[in-house]
């Protein structure tokens, strides 16, 4: 599993947005037992934070420990360095869910791991969002962005985000769901702070010594005033133990 996001830790829990209510309750509802759940590359534990809510026990993993540095505290989650296996007990966990960072994975040797640890009633719950959406003068300038300057640079496996993660094999009872995605409004310098999370930015800047949204920024900067809706398309694969 690759790590592209220590370098930019702080900034990616200030930055990366917060999944919506609709999400977590949706999720929720298919679950039968709240007795441990397990969040998979949790990364700055945003939704460890969320199920510890819900669960009695949380177990969070994540390669990164600049990451876990940044993670909130909960009396009942426990974070550990792993990628995508986790030494537990067989049939232990209620609930796994991995977000935006299934596709840094060893899949098969995670879904592997899942099928050990869940138990008979067990949810999956695979989720991510895709590139954000403003209004079609700024997303010309942002996908261009996305496409050509920083497109060199990202890792391979941003392809199964942009695929909305269709195209992986997900060997569970697949549960069907309902459409989402989530908003907020943002200033140019929030947008700015996000763009900086992205892993090609932070290759691009590795490989050639200048950071591109630097370039990007007084672009928008005339399309921008005071805050605008910033829109994420969401993508959620869920099922159950076979």
């Not at 792993?82 to 994975?105: G, K, N, R, Y």
């Not at 691009?204 to 990007?216: F, M, S």
């Amino acid at each position: 599993m690759k790590d592209r996001f220590s370098q930019q830790a702080s900034q990616y829990a200030l930055f990366r947005p917060v999944y919506p209510d609709a999400l977590y309750q949706f999720i929720f509802s298919q679950v039968k037992n709240f007795n441990c759940a397990w969040d998979a590359g949790t990364g700055n534990g945003q939704a460890a934070h969320v199920l510890a809510k819900q669960f009695k026990k949380v177990l969070a993993t994540d390669i990164s420990s600049a990451q876990l540095e940044h993670a909130p505290k909960a009396d009942n989650i426990f974070y550990s360095i792993s990628a995508e296996e986790l030494d537990q007990p067989d049939s232990s966990i209620d609930l796994i869910t991995v977000a935006q960072a299934i596709h840094w994975f060893d899949i098969e040797k995670f879904f592997k791991c899942v099928a050990r640890v869940g138990t008979p009633d067990a949810v999956i719950a695979v989720w991510g969002y895709g590139l954000l959406q403003v209004n079609p003068v700024v997303d010309s300038h942002i996908n261009h962005f996305y496409k050509n300057v920083v497109g060199p640079y990202w890792d391979p496996e941003r392809k199964l985000i942009d695929e909305h993660y269709q195209t992986i094999s997900f060997p569970f009872q697949e549960i069907k769901t309902p459409p989402f995605s989530f908003s907020f409004w943002w200033s140019l310098a929030q947008l700015e702070g996000y763009l900086n999370t992205w892993s090609a930015v932070r290759k691009y800047i590795n490989n050639n010594q200048v950071n591109p949204v630097d370039e990007l920024i007084p672009q928008l900067k005339p399309l921008w005033q005071n805050q605008l809706e910033v829109t994420f398309p969401l993508f959620l694969r869920i099922g159950r133990m076979k």
